[in-house]
């Protein structure tokens, strides 16, 4: 009973929002490094230079001009630069993740450090630079698990291609996935291809500068031949390889038994499941094929594209669970709900953090169940936690209890999923376990580390790293593999 022995216990981070060193030793930039900081009330925004050499900032949701490139405005504060420095601090990170007890470690590989064009120039310092990472790792027995692409693309790619709507990128996404994959032979073997690849749709993710639907779901359709061949490439470079896929997960309720309200449900969450259909299934589900024909979209297609999604199914289902939501027919109800990507309801029963996520644990229960009654493939949650403020005591102690109660409800509805439910999960690596740059907001202060690290909004602060209370709790939680929560 209880966890398998060999249950990958560990934490998340992401490139972009961890790694700072933005145009240190020899990385290119990316799109992400033009994204300014922001709150839950000032939306982001990416400074632009137009084609007559004029610098714009635009909403970073909001499409671009035609003939827009991506540019860094010097006076402006912009997260990723320097972000919570892992860049300068890896080896005291990894020691601090060692002495938590990681059994993994999640990370990304920034495209346009190996490849500062995207294309098929390589940076050398850069390969060197995460091969001495997962050295360190593995030094301490922790497996790295990459995502080979989390929420940006190098500049160049958006500025002379348009992104992802290119067909082109696929190849160059395949040469930089082969790139690492054969570097990092024998000390990397588990992968996953796209962060949340159900949210991308913007410039800063995927370099597109429109987002109409024609647009996006070409787009779309690269993302998924792309994930494919890397799929079926990774197992032929090395069939150790374990490579996934990565969702961001959001159950919904129906908000009431009214048939009306679980139909609307039923269609929210296909919004989601689209996407581990096409990647788990190898192919499109008949609900978009229809979507498609009623709004006229056409997707190019090339004739193997459709074998590629077959052969290059994943290994397993990564996602990231923060909340569930509701679904109501009633269009005066719907309307923008917290964190929700997607027009929701606010749920009556749950309460929400600062940053209006709603709290639900039984969710996280729910979601395991319906992902893998319905799919029957190794499940990996690779994101979940509390975005909140923390107070720095006068001793320099945090305690974080609210982020204690949080993971150990999450961990028990996990533990409940495996135990009673009989879902096969590989393991668990909370978001942000150290603090770093909130995606959504560009805030410091949402942090959900369990090691805190001294930088402001503003980007002011020693960087220095402390151990939070939680840092002891999830010590002893890996300790007894679940057991002492
Ligand atoms: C996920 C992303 O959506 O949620 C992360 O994969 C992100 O990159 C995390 O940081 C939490 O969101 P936020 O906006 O609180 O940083």
Not at 206 to 216: A, C, S, Y
Not at 218 to 242: M, T, Y
Not at 411 to 430: C, F, H, R, S, W
């Amino acid at each position: 009973m209880g966890f398998p022995e060999n249950f990958l216990w560990g934490g998340a981070t992401a490139a972009n929002q961890y790694e700072g060193g933005y145009l240190s030793g020899g990385k290119g930039l990316s799109t992400l490094d033009a994204i300014t900081g922001g709150s839950k009330d000032h939306p982001r925004m990416i400074t632009y230079r137009t084609k007559e050499g004029q610098i714009e900032r635009v909403n970073r949701d909001a499409s671009l001009p035609e003939g827009a490139t991506g540019f860094v405005e010097a006076d402006q504060y912009y997260p990723s630069h320097v972000a919570t420095d892992f860049y300068h601090h890896w080896q005291e990170d990894i020691a601090l993740f060692a002495e938590m007890g990681f059994k993994c470690f999640r990370m990304s590989i920034s495209w346009a450090r190996i490849c500062p064009k995207g294309n098929e120039e390589v940076n050398e310092e850069g390969l060197v630079f995460y091969e001495r990472i997962f050295d360190e790792l593995l030094k301490y027995g922790i497996q790295p698990v990459v995502t080979i692409n989390h929420f940006d693309i190098p500049m160049y790619l958006a500025d002379h291609y348009d992104g992802w709507s290119d067909r082109e990128v696929i190849d160059y996404f395949l040469f930089f996935c082969e790139t690492i994959f054969k570097r990092y032979k024998g000390k990397v073997t588990h992968w996953m291809t796209f962060n949340e690849i159900n949210f991308l749709r913007s410039w800063t993710q995927i370099g597109i500068h429109q987002n109409d639907p024609q647009t996006l779901w070409q787009a779309r359709h690269h993302l998924f031949v792309a994930s494919a061949k890397a799929v079926v490439l990774g197992h032929e470079i090395d069939p150790n390889n374990q490579i996934g896929m990565m969702i961001a997960y959001i159950p919904s309720y129906p908000m009431t038994a009214n048939p009306e309200d679980v139909l609307a449900a039923l269609q929210f969450n296909r919004q989601q499941e689209t996407f581990i259909d096409v990647q788990v299934k190898g192919q499109y589900p008949a609900h978009l094929l229809k979507y498609f024909e009623r709004e006229q979209i056409e997707i190019q297609q090339e004739a193997e594209d459709e074998n590629w999604l077959k052969k290059g199914c994943v290994d397993y289902i990564g996602f990231s669970y923060y909340m569930s939501t509701a679904a109501s027919a009633n269009p005066e109800q719907v309307k923008y709900v917290g964190g929700n990507q997607q027009p929701a309801v606010k749920n009556p029963y749950l309460e929400e953090s600062d940053w209006g996520w709603a709290v639900d644990p039984l969710g996280l229960r729910i979601s395991l169940c319906q992902l893998y009654d319905r799919y029957q493939v190794p499940l990996f949650i690779v994101e979940n936690g509390f975005g909140a403020l923390d107070q720095v005591m006068a001793e320099g102690e945090i305690h974080d209890d609210y982020r204690i109660d949080y993971f150990q409800k999450h961990i028990q509805a996990m533990k409940d999923a495996v135990e009673l439910d009989g879902v096969d999960l590989m393991g668990y690596t909370p978001w942000g376990c150290i603090d770093l740059v909130s995606a959504g907001t560009g805030e410091m202060k949402k942090r959900y580390g369990f090691i805190y690290v001294d930088l402001d909004d503003e980007g002011n602060g020693s960087l220095a790293r402390s151990r939070k209370k939680s840092f002891h709790w999830y010590q002893q939680v890996i300790q007894s593999n679940g057991e002492d929560l």
